[in-house]
């Protein structure tokens, strides 16, 4: 064998022996940068379903759970509050008070806006422009509307009102009734929030 021809033998084994460190190294850089488009442990848990034990709410309180960096309205209403929700509906005072905008899942869509009545489960943010409303129950407060108001939410930042169904009133800048988001019960006092009935 000539030495031009050992020559280029050994130059085809140093190119070949190069390209395939060069090829590891490339994959050793890649998968770190890869890996780092998967959504953080906190990124996944922000978005994961939300479990809550319902048992612990007193009769005519609200809790506020997170879900997704929102909060989650679970307002136990009493058999009076449930009644309240007929008497609003016979004010006409609510513009969408059959939830025929498609802001809660069809388990939920019905006069109490939920799967167990006993329990509201709303997202709190406003439907005007997503600040929080506040609970107002108080039956007859004088500064939302005395007699006609039977409890409900209160958006103080521009006077938006809802009942406590989230059914949002007539005459106030929200366009839509709070948004009902994915939940089932898992047992009668485990609520599992971010997942719809049946999954």
């Keep these: 064998m000539s030495n031009d021809a050992v020559n280029q033998t ?19 850089a890649a ?20 479990k809550y034990n319902i048992s612990k709410i007193e009769p005519g309180a609200l809790v506020t759970v997170e879900w997704r960096g929102k909060p989650v309205f679970i307002v136990r209403r009493t058999q009076a509050a449930l009644d309240s929700l007929k008497k609003v509906e016979e004010q006409g005072v609510l513009l969408d008070a059959s939830s025929n905008e498609p802001q809660q899942p069809e388990y939920a869509k019905n006069p109490e ?7 509201a489960i709303l997202l709190g943010v406003c439907t005007h422009l997503g600040c929080a409303p506040m609970f107002r129950p108080d039956v007859g407060a004088a500064d939302l509307g005395g007699e006609k108001w039977q409890g409900g939410f209160f958006c103080p930042c521009h006077g938006s009102k809802y009942d406590l169904a ?13 948004e ?12 599992v929030i971010g997942e719809d009935q049946g999954a």
């Design 10 to 28: 050994r130059r085809r084994v140093l190119i070949g022996a190069t390209c395939a460190v060069g090829a590891v190294g490339v994959v050793g």
């Design 31 to 50: 998968i770190p940068f890869v890996g780092s488009w998967n959504p953080s442990a906190r990124a996944k848990a922000a978005g994961a379903p939300v």
């Design 113 to 119: 806006r939920a799967i167990n009545k006993e329990f």
């Design 166 to 178: 989230g059914r949002v009133y007539v005459g106030v800048p929200a366009p839509l009734n709070l």
């Design 180 to 191: 009902v988001p994915p939940h089932r019960y898992e047992s009668e006092s485990v609520v």
